[in-house]
């Protein structure tokens, strides 16, 4: 491990904590199933019914058949939270652990990111500002699009400014 990497983990294992702590303190709060949207009700009920029938459907959402698959919302979030669903069991639990470990990865990539386009001391504040953030916390316990899709901006964002970029240009078109 490099002296690099080290504030990287250490950023990344905070915001983990940090996440995971406010996962059990909400949920506790609100209670453990209690759904906070719509939105967030139908992304949980297609990576079930994904996971158990092998069908992108949701009884919220047109057609509102359990059975018939559905257009009506993106398929990202509902495979996310399926993949987590197929490993770990049906339990939003394990959906929102699956988008606090996102989040948290987020984290890491914005003290990256700060780091390579200014220097280590705003790379760290940006870092610890991301993994506090009260938004940020929320979306790791309501399974919705935004935390992927911070996710995924942050992600293109490192990969244009990762240092290899030159040299490797076709690899970064593809993952681009």
């Known amino acids: 491990m490099t002296m690099r990497s080290k504030p990287l983990l250490a950023l ?64 990202l979030t509902p495979l996310y939270l399926a993949a987590w669903y197929a490993v770990f069991g049906v339990n939003l639990l394990w959906g929102r652990i699956g988008l606090a470990v996102i989040s948290a990865v ?30 940020f916390l929320l979306l790791a316990h309501v399974p919705l699009t935004e935390t992927l899709s911070i996710f995924l901006t942050l992600l293109l964002i490192a990969l244009l400014y990762a240092p290899q970029f030159e040299t490797r240009l076709c690899w970064h078109s593809v993952a681009l």
């Open 12 to 75: 990344f294992g905070l915001a983990l904590l940090i996440r995971l702590a406010a996962l059990f303190v909400i949920s506790f709060a609100f209670g453990a199933a209690q759904e906070f949207s719509i939105d967030a009700q139908s992304y949980h009920q297609i990576a079930q019914n994904l996971v158990e029938r092998g069908v992108f459907a949701s009884t919220i959402d047109p057609p509102y058949l359990p059975d018939v698959p559905g257009t009506f919302r993106p398929p």
């Open 106 to 135: 987020s984290c890491g990539l914005t003290f990256w990111l700060g780091e390579r386009l200014f220097d280590r001391t705003v790379g760290l504040i940006a870092g610890l500002i991301s993994c506090v953030y009260p938004f």
